[in-house]
């Protein structure tokens, strides 16, 4: 039996209102969900020394090194960096840390050291006792003698 019209325009107006309201709300919980609005700590300092960082980073990248990133197991909490030079050779003798964040998070997890585990392949583990899935940046810092080199790996877990 159809309704008649006198009802379906009102009952219409107000469903499509409350509609509104209850996606407001969701976009908003949803907003809210992830800690909200991020400050990236010392931003300011971070901004002005940015031409620094990037000459840093375009020393480096003129060295021609490479690193690859290997995360064991979560149960494991470790990870590898292999680290090689310009014609693929291993880098050993190398001094560093890995600095552990998020790509969706104004947070550092974290700065980890880098050790050396055999003295000829250029493999250096550090812990990585992150257990989330998800999108990780680990920003890689070595130093020797012949230079510095500085890498950001995004990995997903």
Do not use: C
């Not at 499509?16 to 990236?40: K, P």
């Not at 700590?41 to 090194?65: F, I």
């Not at 690859?68 to 197991?73: G, N, S």
């Amino acid at each position: 039996m159809p309704k008649s019209p006198n009802v379906l325009w009102p009952a219409a107006i107000v469903g499509l209102l409350l509609l509104g309201g209850v996606t407001t709300f969701a976009v908003l919980i949803a907003s809210r969900s992830d800690g909200g609005a991020q400050v990236v700590d010392n931003y300011y300092r971070k901004s002005v020394a940015w031409d620094s960082l990037a000459a840093e980073r375009r020393a480096s990248e003129a060295l021609g090194w490479v690193a690859r990133i290997e995360i064991q197991p979560p149960d494991q909490a470790t990870g590898f960096a292999v680290i090689t030079d310009e014609n693929g050779e291993p880098l050993t003798g190398l001094q560093g840390a890995v600095t552990v964040s998020r790509p969706q998070s104004s947070v550092t997890y974290g700065t980890h050291g880098l050790v050396e585990s055999d003295s000829s392949s250029g493999r250096y583990s550090f812990s990585f006792p992150y257990k989330d899935h998800g999108l990780w940046d680990l920003e890689i810092v070595a130093r020797r003698a012949g230079g510095r080199f500085i890498d950001k790996i995004r990995i997903e877990i």
